[in-house]
């Protein structure tokens, strides 16, 4: 029987083979840990993980309002009309800004405690930061006490501390605007259909926002601009999905208890029972 060690050189393994990885660099080495890959599937989990933070803002109650653009050049644009993140120095980082530490640091958020959000989608303290990770380009405004802000990075590192730019007098929240890199994904591109389909869908999740889409980049398919605004929330999913169905009902069973919302109506069609849950709102 063949050694299956013979024939290779003894290498030495000491203190000097461990590598620590800082900061995001985990995130860049090994993106598949975090995002499940490199593929067109992982590039367009980095929009759905802005997009929860908003839909976090919404529905804590502070947001009504999301925007999602696809740009020319392929960068994404999510904006919202939340809280703004905080962009005083972080107690625990005094020379950096809640912002730098959020989008600089794996597990840094505010979803932790519940104290700012009693409910959250995505990666918890890791999404943003992955995102940036990821991204070759990365600006972030803040419009927060009439004053707005911004902090540009590219592949997770700060390419400057925050600044205040101008004023907002009629204007808050957070805006991201970020440019998947090429050294991780490859040729893959954001496709308008799938973006589309996945922004209405996340619409229906809670009645008491406002999705607007736009794309610069026109597939011949699928729409350039929309506004998703569902008031019934889940009810108006299973009616939609349901069409011209038979059912028991006139209308879908929908109720909005503390804990989460749930929607359901029975199809004529033997004992089959149709049930849609949602985040808890």
Partial sequence: MTDLLSGQEPTEYDASSIEVLEGLEPVRKRPGMYIGGTDERALHHLVAEVLDN??????????????????????????????????????????????EVILCTLHAGGKFSGDAYETSGGLHGVGASVV??????????????????????????????????????????????????????????????????????????FSGVEIRWKSEIDDGETPTTATFHFPGGLADYLTESLGSASTYADKPFASHPVAVEVGVLEVRRGVDLLIQNAMPV
């Fill in 54 to 99: 908003s839909m976090d803002e919404a529905v804590a109650g502070h947001a009504s309002r999301i925007e999602v653009e696809l740009l020319s050049d392929y960068s994404m644009v999510i904006r919202d009309n939340g809280r703004g993140i905080p962009i005083d120095p972080h107690p625990k980082f005094p020379d950096k800004s809640a912002l």
């Fill in 132 to 205: 940036n990770a990821l991204s070759d380009s990365m600006v972030v405004q803040v419009a927060r006490n009439k004053e707005l802000y911004e902090q540009r990075f590219s592949r997770g590192i700060p390419l400057g501390p925050v600044e205040q730019v101008g004023a907002a007098p009629n204007r808050r929240g957070t805006t991201v605007t970020f440019h998947a890199d090429e050294q991780i994904f490859g040729s893959h591109r954001f496709k308008p259909a799938r973006l589309f389909k996945s922004i209405r869908s996340k619409a229906y999740l």
